[in-house]
């Protein structure tokens, strides 16, 4: 079964550092998505992307957050200068159809720590 | 903004006992969605609701959209220890935005 990878699966940063959170969706999805879930919290969007372009963002996405799709395979995440509060669990997914209509696959997730 | 509220936060159940969680929009839905949380894991996909008043059903599970395509609930039928994990419900935002409920996290006891 076809399934969203993400790396790494755990990434502990210093804080004011950056990151970048790799996703490979599923290859013949065309729209990709960030979630961020703090720990025991609900899951939270960041970031919509179709036809290399942002298509939404929420307004946690701000200038700290970029996303590219760098080829054909790879979506990454990235965050400047990190925070202690940017610690969260890092889900990436992919739907091929808008608003994930028909449910969207997510990745197994990177947890972040800022420290 | 859209607000997507579950009731209850938490339930603890056993072991075969029935479990029912509601979820709740602030603006009306196009479609509901519901997924799956395993402790320690990702939401996974459990199933879409469309129309208004829509039933589905998998297995023990049975998922109700209401009238008004503003609420939602998943009632699961004598529960097991498969079970546990947070539900989501979701109601997409606009085109590209899926919106997540609070959530309801279950756990059985055996």
């Known amino acids: 079964e076809p399934e969203v990878t993400q790396t790494p699966s755990h990434q502990v940063t210093q804080m004011g550092q950056e990151v970048i959170l790799r996703c490979v969706p599923i290859s013949n999805h065309l729209y990709f998505y960030w979630y961020r879930q703090i720990l025991g919290q609900k899951v939270e969007f960041l970031v919509s992307?179709?036809?290399?372009?942002?298509?939404?963002k929420s307004e946690i996405f701000d200038d700290q957050f970029s996303v590219e799709r760098p080829d054909g395979s790879n979506f990454t995440l990235k965050i400047r200068s990190t925070k202690l509060e940017d610690s969260a669990m890092y889900f990436c997914?992919?739907?091929?159809?808008?608003?994930?209509?028909?449910?969207?696959?997510f990745g197994q997730g990177t947890r972040l720590t800022v420290v | 903004g859209q607000q997507v509220m579950q009731i209850p936060q938490y339930q603890h159940v056993q072991e075969g006992e029935d479990f029912t969680t509601y979820c709740n929009s602030s603006?009306?839905?196009?479609?509901i969605q519901w997924y799956k949380q395993r402790p320690g894991g990702h939401p996974v996909f459990l199933i879409q609701l469309v129309k208004s008043g829509e039933v589905k059903k998998q297995k023990r599970l049975t998922f109700q959209f209401g009238e008004a395509k503003k609420n939602s609930s998943l009632h699961i039928t004598a529960t097991q220890t498969t079970d546990v994990g947070t539900y989501f419900c979701a109601g997409p935002r606009n085109t590209d935005k899926l919106i997540f409920g609070t959530g309801t996290r279950l756990q059985v006891f055996p």
């Open positions: 997914a992919s739907t091929d159809n808008r608003g994930g209509i028909a449910g969207a696959f």
């Open positions: 992307f179709y036809n290399n372009e942002i298509s939404e």
């Open positions: 603006t009306t839905l196009s479609n």
